[in-house]
């Protein structure tokens, strides 16, 4: 049939809602960083410490069991546990977004694809959103997801009421998680749009978490201060946790060398720090200079 005899109509199926549109480059996102095996192998790795617990919660609560192995177990399922358990997935979390969001953003911009984005009906916080629910997603089921599934195991174990006793315990869980999400997330995000290279992205990541704090040891003892921990991620997060989990001041690592409200502070400000330097970057054209 010869095209001008063809008779073209609108598209008439049905729309994705405006609301939802950033989940299309969750979905991509998400799909494109399973395409490695590495990645998924290391991913079902994380998974491994939730298993162990499992097991260990299982063996704890059953007495046939220990007595099987011959063994009688003596521990107390508390705040510490879960804040362990936690503590060890945050740290295989931040290996695995280390190595998958840099590159979910930096090659938008190292390709200059960041334009064809925005120009479609998609806003700079709505692909903001869409990247970042990427590695929030996948670090939830890494973090709080398994931590929650352990606080309902250990409750259904142990009976008597102990959920609604420590109730307070799952909230520290949701709370801590995601603001380790969220500056794990910024900080990867705001650090590969400014470097668009993803080797050079996750170099940094290491820096920021492994560096910064010696230059801020350098800082308190030139200064004979403590304020330079500030600068300090890990610290001011396990500070932060350490209070949301009730942990007594004093116990276990030094965490009360500086006030909670500035590592509040601190930590908020980072935050804020990132979705500026976003801000300055995402834009939905680029001067070319010769």
């Not at 916080?125 to 997603?137: F, N, P």
């Not at 931590?147 to 609604?164: E, M, N, P, R």
């Amino acid at each position: 049939m010869a095209v001008y005899k063809r008779t073209y109509k609108a598209y008439r199926g049905s729309l994705t809602p405006a609301w939802s549109r950033f989940a299309v480059l969750t979905r991509y996102g998400l799909s494109t960083l399973f395409e490695s095996r590495f990645f998924t192998a290391y991913t079902v790795l994380c998974l491994m410490p939730f298993l162990a617990c499992v097991i260990f919660l299982y063996v704890l609560s059953n007495t046939s069991v220990q007595a099987l192995l011959q063994q009688r177990l003596q521990f107390e399922v508390d705040n510490m546990f879960f804040l362990g358990f936690l503590g060890v997935e945050a740290w295989m979390s931040f290996l695995l977004t280390a190595w998958g969001a840099p590159g979910m953003i930096s090659k938008d911009f190292a390709n200059h694809s960041i334009q064809l984005y925005l120009s479609r009906p998609l806003s700079r916080a709505e692909y903001l959103l869409g990247k970042i629910s990427v590695m929030a997603a996948l670090l939830s089921c890494t973090t709080w997801i398994p931590a929650l599934i352990l606080f309902l195991l250990q409750a259904s174990l142990k009976g008597h009421g102990w959920g609604w006793d420590h109730l307070w315990i799952a909230k520290a869980i949701v709370v801590a998680a995601f603001l380790g999400i969220a500056i794990v997330s910024l900080l990867s995000m705001a650090l590969a749009v400014w470097v668009r290279w993803r080797i050079a992205a996750t170099a940094l990541m290491f820096g920021t978490f492994f560096m910064l704090p010696a230059f801020g040891e350098i800082f308190n003892a030139v200064m004979r201060t403590q304020w330079g921990k500030l600068i300090n991620i890990s610290y001011v997060m396990m500070a932060i946790w350490a209070n949301l989990f009730r942990v007594p001041r004093g116990q276990g690592p030094r965490l009360d060398q500086v006030p909670l409200w500035a590592s509040w502070a601190a930590l908020l400000a980072m935050c804020a720090l990132c979705l500026w330097l976003l801000n300055r970057r995402l834009k939905a054209r680029e001067v070319e200079r010769a």
